[in-house]
């Protein structure tokens, strides 16, 4: 979905995985508080401005990335490996391809 095309184009700064949850967690709870709010005191702009908070949030900035260290990309590139890959790349047995995975999860999702 769109979180992996992200992740595919390089600008996740967390893993896929943390990127989904990060979005359902914020759909839902619009969709509970617009539940929840008398019809005259919905918001009609809070989901769209919640989606680009929560985009914000774990997305680059394509323009700034430029400017950092390659060690401040890590997370974003290990990212965009993983999306790319196959499950198994090609000369790796699967118990490699997973350790591979793993590896490449740990390193999208460390703190800064």
Do not use: C, N, Y
Not at 20 to 26: E, G, K, T
Not at 73 to 87: D, N, Y
Request: charged share 30%; net charge negative; aromatic share 2%.
């Amino acid at each position: 979905g769109m979180v992996r095309r992200i992740a595919e184009a390089g600008r996740l700064r967390v893993g896929v995985e943390r990127a989904a949850r990060m979005v359902r967690a914020a759909s839902s709870g619009v969709v509970l508080t617009l539940i929840a709010a008398e019809r005259e005191d919905r918001d009609p702009a809070l989901s769209d401005e919640t989606r680009e908070a929560i985009l914000a949030a774990f997305t680059t900035d394509a323009a700034l990335e430029t400017g950092q260290s390659g060690h401040d990309q890590i997370p974003s590139r290990a990212v965009a490996l993983k999306a790319v890959l196959p499950e198994t790349p090609a000369g790796f047995m699967p118990s490699e391809g997973a350790l591979l995975s793993d590896w490449l999860d740990r390193l999208a999702d460390r703190p800064g």
